[in-house]
């Protein structure tokens, strides 16, 4: 079955510690996303990817670092810069015709 | 800049019908898409407009109007199945796809 997962499904971060949030497609999608969800809020963007090394901020990219060394990889790390992490994250890619967005399951940063 | 409106929540009973509006500035606009969230999923893809006019997809339809910079989304004979929150996307030519806050719609029996 092609689709995106996200793992892990919950995350809990210490004081000072940098995580790694995994994001992973089989659609053979060019573009992918990264979104942050507070709770009863709507999504933001963090960053986004177009296309194999390149990738841009989007509106809350402080705190956060991404990579995208393969087509189907998309890794975001949290940093200890990120002083709020505690969200739920969605990743997301895209079709090639570029209207339809697929979003894995989501990760729950926690911080203890 | 960028800034995007639709309303907090809305409630209505099974049956009836419902339109949610957005508005939207968007510079280098491109398309409107409309996505689906039920609590603690993840956001599902209705629909998408490019062209001014109606889309129907079912029971749910999208319109836009890109000189007024607004769409809105309607559903049709609400079923308790589509409590969920509701969020327009504009997308801009570099393939940015914003989300606005979302609407909220509670279906009541």
């Known amino acids: 079955d092609g689709g995106i997962t996200q793992s892990p499904k919950y995350l809990f971060r210490k004081e000072g510690q940098n995580v790694t949030l995994s994001c992973e497609q089989n659609?053979?999608?060019?573009?992918m996303y990264w979104y942050r969800q507070d709770p009863g809020q709507g999504l933001r963007l963090i960053y986004y990817s177009q296309i194999v090394n390149d990738f841009q901020k989007g509106d809350i990219a402080e705190g956060y670092s991404v990579s995208r060394e393969k087509k189907e990889s998309f890794p975001l790390t949290v940093t200890s810069a990120q002083k709020n992490p505690t969200a739920f994250y969605l990743c997301?890619?895209?079709?090639?015709?570029?209207?339809?967005?697929?979003f894995g399951s989501g990760t729950q940063l926690s911080v203890l | 800049g960028q800034s995007l409106e639709q309303p907090s929540e809305v409630t209505a009973v099974e049956g009836a019908i419902v339109q949610i509006n957005c508005t939207y500035q968007?510079?280098?606009?491109?398309?409107l898409s409309w996505y689906q969230q039920h609590d603690g999923g993840a956001p599902t893809f209705l629909s998408y407009?490019?062209?001014?006019g109606l889309e129907e997809t079912g029971r749910f339809s999208s319109f836009l109007s890109r000189s007024d910079s607004y769409g809105y989304l309607l559903l049709q004979e609400l079923q308790m199945k589509d409590s969920a929150s509701y969020f327009c996307?504009?997308?801009?030519?570099?393939?940015?796809?914003?989300f606005g806050g979302g609407t909220r719609v509670l279906v009541k029996p």
């Open positions: 968007t510079s280098g606009f491109y398309g």
């Open positions: 407009n490019a062209l001014d």
């Open positions: 659609l053979n999608h060019d573009a």
């Open positions: 996307a504009p997308q801009d030519a570099g393939n940015k796809l914003t």
């Open positions: 997301a890619s895209r079709t090639p015709t570029n209207e339809k967005l697929f």
